[in-house]
């Protein structure tokens, strides 16, 4: 499992955006090796290829967005997350709108979708982003911290003050099939006394109990309830290996959380890229078995969702 990877074939997913409240059609390409995840707008005459990386990142209010503008694409969090999820380095996206199609605000769609699209080998191997010093970073009271550690380690912490969230600490160490079974599920969520706030902004137009958890003063109004007791950490989870992930490589290193958001997720990946004495690029041939095998893939494991 050194090799990198990219989908077997074209696959396109269709739904609304959580923002825009818009139908948007979204086409996945397989991609050369060392191509990376990229984004291009079908609805805009001549649009540029924007590359997804840490510092092509143009917004951060409630979603990450590559590129800024009208010709941004936004939300990709949830997309980018189930990629590295499955190890796939490389993939040519195509969007005819401006936002990632929400789903169910998790990244249970797309880890359907690419599963049962497949995933093809490339003959490239992987490289890894070692953190060899630790990084730092503090944004009021939200901090975030990378530092050594041989395998991707995530300890997320967040403090709610809701009866049902509370303060919520998950520990996560990433391997292709951890992040399948305790991850890619956990929704997006949100407070209804929020939600005219959000709307106000032009944020949410497309949110509803299908693509959100959402909490009143007291319990949670999904019908359905939770699909984890802690979901809201689980979701946080998702979100940071998103956002992280756009350090382009697979990551060797502890990442620690508090209160943290897109916002703060990508400057802690500038922050590192700036620092060359904290990091290295490696082969996975150099690296220890342990590491590189979190990506094995569990293709005799049938996710449940
Ligand atoms: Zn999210």
Not at 2 to 24: C, D, F, P, W
Not at 55 to 83: C, F, K, M, P, R
Not at 141 to 155: G, M, S
Not at 258 to 285: F, Q
Request: charged share 25%.
């Amino acid at each position: 499992m050194l090799n990198q990877r990219t989908i077997a074939k074209t696959v396109t997913i269709t739904g609304i955006g959580i923002h825009s409240g818009e139908k948007v059609s979204m086409t996945l390409h397989p991609a050369q090796a060392d191509s990376g995840i990229s984004f291009k707008r079908t609805d805009i005459k001549d649009s540029e290829i924007l590359k997804a990386t840490a510092t092509t990142v143009g917004a951060t209010e409630n979603n990450t967005a590559i590129g800024s503008g009208a010709g941004a694409v936004h939300t990709v969090e949830h997309l980018l997350s189930v990629l590295y999820g499955f190890g796939i380095n490389n993939c040519f996206i195509e969007i005819d709108g401006p936002e990632v199609p929400t789903m169910d605000g998790s990244g249970a769609s797309f880890l359907y979708v690419i599963k049962e699209t497949g995933i093809q080998q490339l003959h490239k191997t992987k490289k890894f982003l070692v953190v060899t010093k630790p990084v730092e970073v503090k944004v009021g009271e939200k901090w975030a911290r990378i530092e050594p550690c041989e395998k991707l380690i995530i300890d997320s912490t967040i403090v709610f003050k809701h009866p049902i969230i509370k303060t919520q600490r998950k520990e996560f160490e990433f391997t292709c099939e951890n992040y399948i079974n305790e991850i890619g599920r956990a929704r997006t969520f949100g407070f209804l006394r929020d939600v005219d706030m959000l709307k106000r902004k032009g944020l949410i137009k497309g949110g509803s109990l299908d693509n959100a958890v959402v909490l009143d003063d007291f319990k949670v109004m999904n019908p359905d309830g939770l699909r984890f007791n802690d979901e809201f950490v689980r979701h946080k989870i998702l979100d940071t290996i998103g956002d992280i992930s756009l350090l382009g490589y697979e990551i060797a290193g502890k990442i620690t959380t508090y209160m943290s958001g897109h916002h703060v997720h990508n400057v802690l990946c500038r922050k590192l890229l700036e620092t060359p004495d904290a990091y290295e690029i490696v082969s996975a041939t150099t690296l220890e078995k342990e590491a590189v095998q979190a990506f094995d893939l569990p293709m005799a494991l049938a996710p449940s969702f």
